[in-house]
């Protein structure tokens, strides 16, 4: 079964530049998750989306940052403008929401890099 | 606020002897937690997790310990081995959903 899938690996911009990130959750899976990994503060949740529906972006550092999830099958995130401190590694995970606690299914990430 | 922290970024361990990773989490109301391990430019990969209700899980040659009442738990890999070196890292949640994660540690097996 295909994992959680994450594209572009890499991605290297000037700073000002848009960024996108995308992710393609595991088929079935109802919860979606943004994630960010920096050394100081390990993994940020960024958001969250159940069933399509944004649940707390309260992660989300400022309004540069968007995410949407237009289908169960896709998201993005989203950086306009983007700046130097924005660079990280960035995981979106899944997982299927039900009564009883799941892990996430996390995707092999996107390493961004903004000069 | 951190409210999952892995006090010791890195840990070094013979081949064979046991590794003990530890987390401690300060949200009293978190019910469920877990462990991931991390292989350099790949994602967490999912390797344990506890309920509140219980105080170990065992799955082969790891075993999660948790003490409620010093908000703690801890990792135990038996005997290790050099497959072993990662990052891991703790994770808990409250919800079930949503997880706190920890800055991680770094598993170094020596052969």
């Known amino acids: 079964d295909a994992g959680v899938i994450q594209s572009p690996r890499h991605e290297v911009t000037e700073m000002g530049q848009e960024v996108t990130l995308r992710c393609k959750p595991i088929?079935?899976?109802?919860?979606l998750f943004w994630y960010r990994q920096t050394m100081m503060r390990g993994l940020e949740l960024l958001i969250y989306f159940n069933n399509n529906v944004p649940i707390d972006d309260s992660g989300m550092p400022e309004d540069r940052f968007s995410a949407k999830m237009p289908n169960a099958s896709f998201s993005t995130l989203k950086i306009q403008p983007s700046e130097p401190r924005d660079s990280a590694v960035y995981f979106c995970?899944?997982?299927?929401?039900?009564?009883?606690?799941?892990?996430?299914?996390f995707g092999d990430g996107t390493r961004l890099s903004i000069l | 606020d951190q409210q999952v922290k892995q006090n010791s970024p890195s840990l070094s361990v013979q081949e064979g002897r046991i590794s003990i990773l530890n987390c401690d989490y300060t949200?009293?109301?978190?019910?469920?937690f877990l462990w991931y391990k991390k292989y350099p430019a790949e994602g967490p990969t999912f390797l344990i997790s506890?309920?509140?209700?219980?105080d170990k899980n065992e799955d082969g040659r790891f075993t999660v310990f948790l003490n409620k009442s010093a908000k703690h738990l801890s990792l135990h890999i038996v005997p290790s081995q050099p497959g072993d070196s990662a990052v891991y890292f703790c994770a808990a949640s409250a919800t079930g959903n949503q997880f706190y994660f920890g800055t991680g540690t770094s598993l170094t097996v020596i052969p």
């Open positions: 088929s079935g899976h109802n919860s």
């Open positions: 995970a899944s997982s299927w929401r039900t009564a009883s606690n799941q892990p996430q299914h």
């Open positions: 506890i309920s509140s209700i219980k």
């Open positions: 949200n009293s109301m978190f019910d469920y």
